[in-house]
């Protein structure tokens, strides 16, 4: 029996439990995840990280210089690399989903802007560089307490925010078995947010924590999250957390389980083994089949459990909300070795270097301040008046009887070893560069001089300066990103209807299709196979909503994933598209002007790049027709010189691919152009 209990109990008890029992099984399993913290070096040593990042003193000098330098270069570091202005774009292959693609492009451009994402990264990468490991939460939030208009967000977390449960030797928590994530909402909120509960929830200030990990997460929390409120932060704040869970459970019952409330985006029913069930469309007409495991499974995405510490019941335990099905906290690493769980702190490496840096500064400082005014020791005998200590050499008309000469009175008991030298100095300078070394400064500074003179040609060889410490970070990043856009792609369709859509869009960008399909929702009423002639069905669809969405998010892949990193990848993406318009490509220039960053470039009509091309080829010849019948009226010639090849130049050959350049100068105005050939 034993045995048995043991091969059972890491399993989340099924909703058919009491609450008490659910309650206490995620309890077990945060003690679980915070043992598995603690085993972690960068957990270990997180206060003494924070101590030498803070710049606290524990030496025994006299000098009351604070330098920290440490601090400068990790915001160096951190604003190198987050600095992201998206995360991808989407696109399909199938003719249907093209228009839905280039609609998401839209919106997600302008949820990474409203929900400041960059801002988000680059809180998440602090975490990262100072504490071993920083997440990004994507959550659809209904803001003003849960009363006011969702919004897509991107929550940054810490170490301490995110306890993982059998994590898999990858190393990522997506792939866990279950992760809570921590969030201290202020009380308030948690009633607005759950109101069912407001008699029961407590705040942190009444609630006992029984590990050393739960104190530390409180402590810092008030601390450095909310900023030491002192007095009543306690009693403000209530600990909310959010478990998902890997549930694998399957119906073997004889009914079906509905799931999740009814009108909810995130209700389905669960078929039993066996059921009868549509099996999709076979020439034109419904068909069924008998339900496999696969079809059966009781959470076919992710159970979320939500509970708050002093309660004895779960606030919630159900289906996960969002369709993705993925664990939602997305980690960043920037120093992740195979056998460090949560990676390194790159604050750890260079700790010993900054505090021998810090002591050696504050003994110079010491020194000199020393030598400014320095001990002096005189002969008392035969000095008559006031006794010369107490006369203060540095105050101004000083003026000292003495007996004999005063260069033999007074004698400076500073030994002379006991100075400042310019090994000193160097010893620092090479303090200062072991520092940049191990924090990876010199190789991010590399990519600083590629803003310039990058082409097609010459990319790989311009990357070569840019160290693997940069290159690996950068990697990193963009796999994080990518999880993200995964997961953006099926938050939008669930969470914005079509009313929402055209707030980011404009009435005129939204495709036809998605009024035919349905106008409350950007997700297709129906499935391709269900339609008969490319005529819209008139019966209901016999897929549920959440498999036609799923199916909707499937068919838009993501195509493009811009570095993070100076947005170097980005430039060479904008100088292959200036070649392929001046080489006469059937691309927009709406197209190219957005991919130069320009703002409000307008929006050209059409679902593929050749149509977006073609309408504005057929705009631009309207304008020459109404500029060509303006002139006319006017009486004015077409006057001009020759152009280029026709006694105006030698004519572009387009033989290399173009690169920026530098022109002016010598007497001209220095600029910027694009080079070609």
């Not at 059998?166 to 792939?175: H, L």
Request: hydrophobic residues 35%.
């Amino acid at each position: 029996m034993a045995t048995d209990k043991v091969l059972t109990d890491w399993q989340c008890p099924p909703f058919t439990e009491s609450a008490e029992r659910r309650a206490a099984w995620i309890e077990e399993q945060i003690e679980e995840g915070e043992g598995w913290l603690e085993n972690q070096s960068a957990y270990k040593n997180l206060s003494k990280n924070l101590r030498i990042f803070d710049a606290i003193f524990d030496d025994k000098t006299k000098s009351t210089l604070v330098s920290n330098g440490l601090k400068y270069n990790v915001r160096k570091f951190v604003e190198t690399i987050s600095e992201v202005r998206e995360i991808g774009s989407y696109g399909s292959d199938a003719s249907q989903f093209k228009s839905f693609a280039e609609i998401a492009n839209k919106v997600a451009k302008g949820i990474y802007l409203e929900a400041q994402f960059p801002r988000q990264i680059r809180k998440a990468l602090q975490f990262a560089t100072v504490m071993g490991r920083g997440y990004v939460w994507p959550k659809c939030k209904a803001n003003n307490y849960g009363f006011g208009e969702r919004e897509i967000i991107f929550q940054a977390k810490g170490p301490l925010d995110v306890i993982p449960v059998q994590v898999p030797e990858s190393n990522d928590v997506q792939d866990a078995y279950a992760v809570t994530i921590y969030e201290y909402m202020p009380i308030a909120e948690a009633h607005g947010r759950f109101p069912l509960f407001q008699s029961e929830l407590r705040p942190v200030s009444a609630v006992s924590y029984n590990s050393r990990v739960q104190a530390r997460r409180v402590d810092f929390a008030e601390k450095f999250r909310y900023g030491e409120q002192n007095r009543n932060w306690g009693n403000l704040y209530c600990e909310i957390r959010y478990t998902f869970i890997r549930d694998i459970r399957i119906n073997t019952g004889s009914s079906e389980i509905p799931m999740g409330d009814p009108g909810t985006s995130w209700y389905y029913k669960v078929p039993y083994v066996g059921q009868e069930i549509f099996g999709g469309i076979r020439n034109g007409q419904p068909a069924t089949r008998r339900a496999t495991v696969e079809d059966c499974r009781i959470y076919p995405f992710l159970r979320l459990i939500i509970s708050s510490r002093g309660l004895k019941t779960p606030m919630y335990d159900g289906p996960a909300f969002d369709w993705h099905g993925v664990m939602p906290p997305v980690q960043y690493d920037v120093d992740d070795w195979a056998w460090e769980g949560i990676g390194r702190s790159l604050v750890q490496d260079v700790g010993s270097i900054e505090v021998t840096k810090r002591k050696l500064e504050r003994k110079i400082d010491q020194v000199i301040t020393t030598t400014l005014n320095p001990p002096l020791g005189y002969d008392r005998t035969g000095t008559g008046g006031p006794k010369i200590e107490n006369f203060d050499i540095f105050e101004e008309n000083v003026r000292a009887g003495l007996d004999g000469e005063p260069k033999k009175t007074l004698q400076s008991l500073l030994p002379e070893e006991v100075r400042v030298t310019q090994e000193h100095f160097k010893f620092l300078e090479m303090l200062s560069a072991m520092e940049k070394e191990q924090l990876g400064i010199n190789d991010l500074g590399n990519l600083a001089s590629l803003k310039l003179n990058l082409s097609g040609e010459n990319i790989d060889k311009a990357l070569e300066p840019v160290g693997p410490i940069a290159k690996g970070i950068a990697a990193g990043m963009e796999a994080a990103n990518a999880k993200l856009a995964y997961m953006l792609k099926f938050m939008i369709p669930q969470w914005f209807d079509t009313k929402r859509i055209i707030e980011y869009v404009g009435p005129d960008n939204i495709s036809q299709q998605v009024f035919d399909f349905d106008p409350r929702s950007l997700v297709p009423s129906h499935m391709p196979e269900e339609y008969v002639d490319g005529e819209v069905p008139t019966t209901p669809s016999g897929y549920s909503q959440l498999e036609r969405a799923r199916h909707f998010a499937k068919n838009m892949r993501l195509i493009s994933i811009p570095s993070t990193l100076l947005k170097l990848t980005a430039q060479s993406e904008q100088l292959k598209y200036l070649q392929l318009k001046q080489m006469k490509a059937p691309i927009s220039w709406n197209t190219v002007l957005k991919k130069l960053g320009i703002e409000n470039a307008g929006e050209v009509k059409g679902n593929t790049e050749l149509e977006k091309f073609m309408n504005e080829e057929i705009e631009m010849l309207k304008l020459q027709s109404m500029a060509a019948k303006m002139a006319a009226e006017l009486g004015l010639g077409q006057g001009g010189g020759p152009g280029q090849g026709k006694g105006g130049g030698r004519p572009a050959t387009h033989s290399k691919p173009p690169k920026v350049a530098q022109k002016g100068g010598a007497g001209g105005e220095p600029r910027t152009v694009l080079k070609g050939s």
